[in-house]
């Protein structure tokens, strides 16, 4: 399952949220699990993955 990272912009911490593809799809509203604040933005960042195929 994905992880996504946010930042809550009301208590400045980062978090990281769970979601499957669908949910994410879906747009779920995500609140901040420091200080249950909803003004959270997602932050960009980079991912990589391994296949057992060659090249």
Same mark, same amino acid.
């Given at each position: 399952?994905?992880?996504?990272?946010?930042? =809550?912009?009301? &208590?400045?911490? !980062?978090? *990281?949220?769970?979601?499957?593809?669908?949910? $994410?799809?879906?747009?779920? @509203?995500? %609140? =901040?699990?420091? &200080?249950?604040? !909803?003004? *959270?933005?997602?932050?960009?960042?980079?991912? $990589?993955?391994?296949?057992? @195929?060659? %090249?």
């Amino acid at each position: 399952m994905p992880a996504y990272e946010y930042h =809550c912009n009301t &208590c400045g911490k !980062d978090f *990281v949220v769970f979601l499957s593809l669908k949910e $994410f799809e879906a747009n779920p @509203k995500v %609140s =901040c699990e420091h &200080c249950r604040g !909803d003004n *959270v933005t997602k932050k960009l960042t980079a991912f $990589f993955t391994k296949t057992s @195929k060659k %090249s």
